[in-house]
């Protein structure tokens, strides 16, 4: 279910990995050590051709318009918020990750409607995204 369990590659992806790694195991027997380096090179090439075709979270989530004015910082703090949102289970659940630190400090931690609140800055509530991330497709919204 994780985003990283994702296997965005085909089976010549697959052979061209383990070619590499039979290929490099000393005597003839891949270590742990050779598939976490493994692991994390495919990660990195994943991560480079994502981030160059496919639109990020905000990009499906927000219109076009709005999207398109937000500040890079902005846009990274929303993108990380909306992945926590759609992984979580609710939005209690949600506040308590984003929130894990700075709720410590505060006497009443109510990460929920510091969340909804967050949301609300980008026109976006709780259920609507819940709905989108539960469909099947999370097509762009392309309101202008």
């Known amino acids: 279910m994780s985003d990283t369990a994702l296997w965005p590659g085909n089976f010549r992806d697959l052979n061209a990995a383990i070619t590499r790694l039979a290929t490099l195991a000393p005597a003839g027997r891949i270590t742990v050590d050779q598939v ?3 692991v994390a ?3 990195a ?11 990020g979270l905000v990009d499906r989530v927000l219109p076009l318009s709005s999207a398109a004015h937000l500040d890079r910082f902005d846009r ?9 949102c759609r992984s979580a289970v609710s939005l209690s659940a949600a506040g308590r990750v984003l929130f894990d630190r700075s709720r410590e400090r505060k006497k009443i931690a109510n990460d ?3 969340l909804r609140k967050y949301l609300a800055r980008f026109d976006l509530e709780w259920g609507e995204l819940k709905e989108r991330f539960g469909s099947s497709g999370l097509s762009r919204n392309n309101e202008s």
């Open 112 to 114: 929920a409607d510091r």
């Open 45 to 55: 090439v994943w991560t480079k051709a994502q981030n160059a075709t496919s639109p």
């Open 76 to 84: 990274v703090q929303l993108e990380d918020v909306l992945h926590v």
């Open 41 to 43: 090179h495919l990660k």
């Open 36 to 38: 976490n380096a493994e």
